[in-house]
């Protein structure tokens, strides 16, 4: 038995080192600069009717790539996780309409300005608001980090307004045009797309307190990048690339353009399940992987820890205690942002986003995995134990033999509640930016809007996984029960 | 067989406390070869405490436990070992309901490696017949009557061929019509020379069966002697009044 363990820790630490190892292996390849960019923030950073991830930034980044000659890989994480990702040496730069300010200044290195854009108020069409003054009393919603964010909240106190703020674009604008917010802030260029493309806003202010788009790294990290970027830039802006970049999202043809596409969609239930059915079952391809791969590593971290928990071992118990204690306690979204951003800053070493979230879970589902499995060996009458042992049966083979079958009946519901709960916590993980099923329906509302419609279809896909799952597991249990 | 080597178990001075109760107070015990001894008296007074002692179950306290040559009070000795020479009958049965009658009989030769599979098994079904339960190889425990149960748990104790064998209180859970059939298997154990503690409150047992009968109260040993000291003339008033009590139940 004691070897059984000791073979089911190797098992576990064999599968987490190959993970490592495969990610750091690549890194060692010839460089490709990971970019990070924003997924809702049209027109600078969006996704295409086809699914691509396009706009002012992504065009022009890949032209700038094409120019000075090197390879990029672009990471559509949104803003918030590309922001982050820079500062933790995930990714090597962020473009994604980040204006440069003092505060940024301290974490990153901005290259030559490639936008200049000034910050409007949008509210509702109805709306009897026309300027800050006739917002005192009222609720403005804000989006999470942005330019937009801090000028508002620069004028707060003096117009006397409350705020929320969001992580998506969507989310801010659908506040407002439900009418729980009276106004939103954003970048002029970003508010006047989104109105075209059918936000049912307006805006009644003009662009004000201006800031600057440029591309960022870590603060003394990557200067050639840095150096790369200006150069490109500068090419483009001579042979008129620059321009037609701009034009072809904020000219006048494109603007009707939009339009028209989007009048054209389909926008029933059905229609979006047709249009959108390769994405969302990408995304529920990586919701599986995710609930999978982690079920069988949470398992076996599981048993490990319970085991540790009721051997007359008292550095065991405490130890396995301990690491309970912790993970349980964390909140899955705290430790998901902690790996993947706060590991490799104290390690050096990057870790992809799938695999931090792979961590996660494990690490979480493990703990309560474990909780349960000592509970259920608990749960099995002394005298089981004693009657073994007094056999002669060392204390592995009673636990292997005895033991663990009696107690496995006692943890099976436990385990099909534990798997459910592992499926629907991998939705937590689109905050690491990683494109499982949440993820996915996120990124299609940004660019159709189409919020009530998205989550019903989202949310009927997890309903029916998460049957199957439990026929599956009840099926597995009458087995095992037979 | 010399005088020393013909005692399987030696107690000298045993004290067991739980945290600060004081359960067992200093026992001496010496049991001999192909002896059966019963032991008696009040629920509480440390019989149980007093058994599992012996195959270290308890942790004692103080006090030096010799068993066949092996002292087990030496945190060096090998238990697991020790262990296979004394079998063990609880009071509740402790048979593994996830395994057949036949499993539970055969699990321990096995994985020990006592006994190859088929050689194993022939032996358990042999000690099956032995116990009067031949036909409920294959059953689960669960479909078993107590009395049926209580027999696979000394059949599965035997197939260890141990040397002592530990009956703590094995008709105390049981109908009354299921008592007799256990008493029996005991008795043709005994009459085959087996060394045996027993703690019953079978007094019809022990008068027949025990070679010594030790009295306990109070976690001391307050009287012993053959079933005619203790049954007829008990000097101890202490055991007077337990027999009083019992017998006229
Ligand atoms: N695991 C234990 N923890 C604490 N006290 C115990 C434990 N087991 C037994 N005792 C106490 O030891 C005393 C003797 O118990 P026991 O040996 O079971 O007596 P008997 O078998 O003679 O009825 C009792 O007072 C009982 O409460
Ligand atoms: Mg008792």
Redesign the interface.
């Known amino acids: 038995m004691r070897k059984k363990l000791i073979w089911f820790a190797l098992l576990c630490s064999t599968v987490f080192g190959a993970l490592l190892a495969t990610n750091s292996a690549s890194q060692a390849a010839e460089k490709t600069y990971t970019i990070g960019t924003d997924i809702t923030y049209a027109p600078f950073d969006f996704q295409g009717a086809n699914g691509q991830y396009t706009g002012i930034d992504i065009d022009l980044i890949k032209a700038i790539a094409k120019a000075e000659n090197i390879k990029i890989q672009l990471k559509p994480v949104g803003f918030n996780a590309a922001v982050q990702a820079v500062e933790a040496n995930q990714m090597d730069g962020v473009i994604a309409g980040m204006t440069i300010t003092n505060e940024r200044k301290q974490q990153f290195d901005f290259s030559d300005p490639y936008y200049y854009a000034g910050e409007v108020m949008a509210v509702t069409k109805d709306s009897k608001i026309k300027s800050f003054k006739d917002l005192r009393g009222k609720h403005v919603a804000l989006k999470v980090g942005t330019q937009g964010a801090a000028y508002a909240k620069s004028i707060q106190k003096k117009y006397g307004f409350t705020i929320t703020e969001f992580d998506q674009s969507n989310d801010m604008y659908n506040d407002v045009v439900t009418g729980n917010s009276a106004a939103a802030f954003e970048d002029y260029p970003v508010m006047a797309y989104g109105i075209q493309n059918g936000i049912d806003l307006k805006i009644v202010t003009k662009p004000a307190a201006g800031g600057n788009y440029a591309f960022a790294v870590k603060k003394g990290e990557n200067p050639e990048l840095l150096t790369k970027f200006n150069k490109g830039l500068k090419t483009l802006k001579k042979n008129g690339q620059y321009d037609k970049i701009i034009a072809k999202y904020l000219g006048k043809d494109s603007v009707a353009k939009a339009t028209a596409t989007a009048k054209k969609q389909d926008n029933s239930l059905w229609g979006l399940v047709k249009q959108n059915h390769s994405a969302l079952l990408s995304g529920l391809l990586q919701t599986l992987y995710l609930t999978v791969i982690s079920i069988i590593l949470a398992t076996i971290l599981g048993v490990i820890f319970g085991l540790m928990q009721v051997v007359p071992a008292k550095w065991a118990n405490w130890t396995s205690s301990t690491l309970i204690y912790i993970f349980r306690g964390m909140p899955l979204l705290v430790l998901a942002l902690f790996i993947y951003i706060g590991v490799p800053n104290l390690t050096g070493n990057k870790i992809s986003a799938f695999i931090a979230g792979i961590i996660t879970l494990t690490l979480n589902e493990g703990a309560y995995t474990a909780a349960f499995v000592s509970g259920g060996i608990r749960a099995v009458d002394r005298g089981q134990m004693e009657a073994a042992r007094s056999l002669g049966l060392p204390y592995g083979k009673a636990m292997w033999r005895v033991i663990l079958p009696q107690g496995v009946k006692i943890m099976i519901p436990s385990f099909i509640n534990q798997f459910i709960i592992t499926l629907k916590d991998t939705s937590i993980l689109s905050v690491i930016g990683i494109l499982e099923l949440t993820q996915t329906g996120k990124i299609i509302i940004a660019r159709n809007l189409q919020g009530f419609k998205v989550w019903t279809i989202v949310a009927i896909m997890y309903i029916v996984i998460i049957t199957l799952l439990t026929w599956l597991s009840k099926a597995v249990e009458r087995r095992i029960n037979k | 067989m010399s005088a020393a080597e013909n005692n399987r178990v030696i107690v000298t001075d045993l004290v067991k406390n739980y945290g600060s109760n004081e359960v067992l107070k200093g026992l001496n015990l010496t049991v001999k070869n192909n002896e059966v001894v019963c032991m008696i008296g009040p629920s509480g007074s440390g019989k149980s405490t007093f058994l599992r002692c012996l ?1 270290k ?1 308890e942790d004692p306290t103080k006090g030096k436990i010799v068993i066949d040559g092996y002292d087990i009070s030496d945190s060096k000795t090998n238990m ?2 020790v ?2 020479g ?3 009958v ?1 009071q ?1 049965f ?6 057949t009658v036949l499993e539970n009989v055969m ?2 030769p096995v ?2 490696k006592k006994a190859d599979k088929a050689v194993a098994e022939k032996e358990a079904r042999a000690l099956l017949v032995d116990v009067g339960l031949a036909e409920k190889a294959d059953a689960y425990p669960a479909s078993l009557s107590g009395g049926q149960e209580q027999r696979v ?1 000394i059949a ?2 035997l197939a ?1 061929h141990p040397d002592i064998m530990l009956f703590d209180e094995p008709t105390s859970a049981l109908d009354p019509e299921m008592v007799g059939d256990v008493l029996d298997v005991m008795k043709k154990l005994a009459k085959q020379g087996m060394t045996m503690i027993v703690v019953t409150h079978e007094m019809g047992f022990a008068k027949e069966v025990a070679d010594r009968v030790v009295f306990m109260a109070d976690g001391h040993i307050m009287e012993e002697g053959n079933p005619q000291q203790i049954f007829d003339h008990p000097e101890n008033p202490r055991t007077q009044e337990f027999l009083r009590k019992v017998l006229n139940a």
């Open positions: 195959n179950l697991n070992k262990r296979e004394i079998g063990m609880f509740h402790n048979l593994f309901p996830n395994l699990l321990a994985e020990l748990a599965r104790a260890m």
